[in-house]
């Protein structure tokens, strides 16, 4: 992936290898046992039905089906070329065949999101990398070669076994609540966990070190890609495993670990074991983000206003350029404005305020418990057991991304939390 588009020198050559027959026993069909088990066909065999555009509602890019296979046509770049399925997949296991033109490169990507603010998928999804590493033009750094989790994790080169250029090879990915395989024609190649402190250490440390929401979405689309070489796809398929539910401590009372702090204010644990929130000199917005996604929770927060306490409980968010959090807030603020009411930052705003005669369920300069439970389209606030508000929303069931603590900008703003936990639902 991510290198220039070849040279005209093989073009036609290359073609002609990639666009040759697909014949095979009953393709692109489920025996009876794959049906009981719960496969999918993402392919029909003879239409592109079930894929579009990424960031798209049609397909435009340059695929097409012939006998009996996925193909790209070798139109596409960096930029350009990524189709991605409509629906989006969250466990699963994965099975694809794949065959490419000489020295081609191409890969399939998961947990794609699909957002205005991202111009490829790349920067959101990982990679099963696939590639011609005989015949690639140019070197190949490790991390770039064949069967990668691209720019991660590396397989174990002793256990695969490669079908020769212009031959099917297998590949199948396992995404199980964190837990990932990489296959090749049948072997296990490559096997780690997402989300743990060695993969966030790699993440930060390479490639993706820019992109902050890179390989964080617990779901998403999958994604196949046009790199500027003929490739082709047949016998896909999918089988969703079932999520895990989980308990969370995100503050463990010691430090900011499973966090990440953007904009220059203040976040610091206190000689109390306290994380506290304080407004910087800059006087400005300032965001303490969980390193994870969580979508589906069920969350309890006890906080203190010692200053002025406009702040918020961020859901469902990720994170921007020039320190802006795009996502939906849940309000903590001082007396009369609304703590427990349910806040668009970006585009409509206020979706639901708390109502006026719950003001004084906030109880000023003294520890306050919120409990926020977000599941699918629906979002319910309580505070100190008062239920605040109630709110089911389209836009927010779509969403995804991480929980965030703000302070507000304006400067004087300091706020102490504690015991923050979460279940998974």
């Given at each position: 992936m991510k290198f220039k588009t070849k040279s005209l020198f093989a073009s036609c050559a290359i073609l002609a290898i990639a666009l040759a027959s697909c014949n095979s026993t009953q393709p692109n069909t489920l025996t009876e046992k794959e049906k009981a088990e719960g496969w999918q066909l993402l392919f029909d065999g003879k239409t592109m039905a079930g894929w579009k555009d990424y960031n798209g509602t049609t397909l435009t890019q340059p695929w097409h089906v012939v006998d009996g296979c996925i193909q790209a046509k070798g139109d596409g770049s960096d930029a350009s070329g990524y189709i991605v399925t409509d629906k989006e997949y969250e466990n699963f296991e994965l099975s694809w065949d794949w065959k490419l033109?000489?020295?081609?490169?191409?890969?399939?990507?998961?947990?794609?999101?699909?957002?205005?603010?991202?111009?490829?998928?790349?920067?959101?999804?990982?990679?099963?990398?696939?590639?011609?590493?005989?015949?690639?033009?140019?070197?190949?750094?490790?991390?770039?070669?064949?069967?990668?989790?691209?720019?991660?994790?590396?397989?174990?080169?002793?256990?695969?076994?490669?079908?020769?250029?212009?031959?099917?090879?297998?590949?199948?990915?396992?995404?199980?609540?964190?837990?990932?395989?990489?296959?090749?024609?049948?072997?296990?190649?490559?096997?780690?966990?997402?989300?743990?402190?060695?993969?966030?250490?790699?993440?930060?440390?390479?490639k993706w070190n820019n992109a902050p929401e890179y390989g964080l979405a617990n779901k998403g689309v999958i994604c196949l890609q046009d790199h500027g070489y003929p490739a082709s796809f047949r016998n896909i398929k999918v089988k969703e495993l079932p999520r895990k539910t989980k308990e969370v401590?995100?503050?463990?009372?010691?430090?900011?670990?499973?966090?990440?702090?953007?904009?220059?204010?203040?976040?610091?644990?206190?000689?109390?074991?306290?994380?506290?929130?304080?407004?910087?000199?800059?006087?400005?917005?300032?965001?303490?983000?969980?390193?994870?996604?969580?979508?589906?929770?069920?969350?309890?927060?006890?906080?203190?206003?010692?200053?002025?306490?406009?702040?918020?409980?961020?859901?469902?968010?990720?994170?921007?350029?020039?320190?802006?959090?795009?996502?939906?807030?849940?309000?903590?603020?001082?007396?009369?404005?609304g703590t427990g009411g349910i806040y668009e930052?970006?585009?409509?705003?206020?979706?639901?305020?708390?109502?006026?005669?719950?003001?004084?369920?906030?109880?000023?300069?003294?520890?306050?418990?919120?409990?926020?439970?977000?599941?699918?389209?629906?979002?319910?606030?309580?505070?100190?057991g008062e239920e605040i508000v109630s709110l089911e929303d389209e836009k927010i069931g779509k969403g995804q991304g991480r929980i965030a603590l703000q302070i507000h900008d304006g400067g004087g703003i300091k706020v102490l939390w504690r015991n923050l936990k979460l279940k998974t639902l």
């Open positions: 033109s000489k020295g081609g490169n191409s890969g399939m990507l998961y947990h794609v999101v699909e957002r205005p603010q991202y111009s490829v998928p790349y920067v959101t999804g990982p990679e099963y990398q696939l590639i011609d590493e005989p015949n690639f033009p140019e070197p190949l750094e490790p991390w770039q070669r064949l069967g990668v989790d691209y720019a991660m994790y590396l397989p174990d080169t002793a256990l695969m076994k490669v079908n020769p250029q212009g031959e099917w090879n297998n590949s199948k990915i396992v995404f199980d609540n964190g837990h990932v395989e990489h296959w090749l024609n049948g072997v296990k190649i490559l096997e780690f966990e997402a989300w743990t402190d060695d993969w966030f250490a790699r993440k930060n440390s390479g401590n995100l503050f463990n009372g010691k430090d900011l670990t499973g966090w990440d702090v953007y904009g220059t204010e203040k976040w610091y644990v206190d000689n109390d074991g306290l994380l506290v929130c304080e407004s910087g000199p800059d006087k400005g917005y300032g965001y303490l983000a969980t390193r994870e996604y969580y979508n589906d929770f069920d969350l309890t927060v006890e906080f203190k206003q010692e200053a002025d306490g406009n702040s918020g409980v961020f859901i469902r968010s990720f994170i921007e350029k020039d320190v802006k959090v795009n996502g939906w807030q849940v309000e903590v603020a001082p007396k009369g404005h930052s970006y585009g409509r705003g206020w979706l639901i305020e708390a109502p006026k005669e719950k003001d004084d369920v906030l109880k000023v300069g003294d520890w306050n418990t919120m409990r926020i439970l977000v599941q699918g389209d629906k979002v319910t606030s309580w505070l100190n």
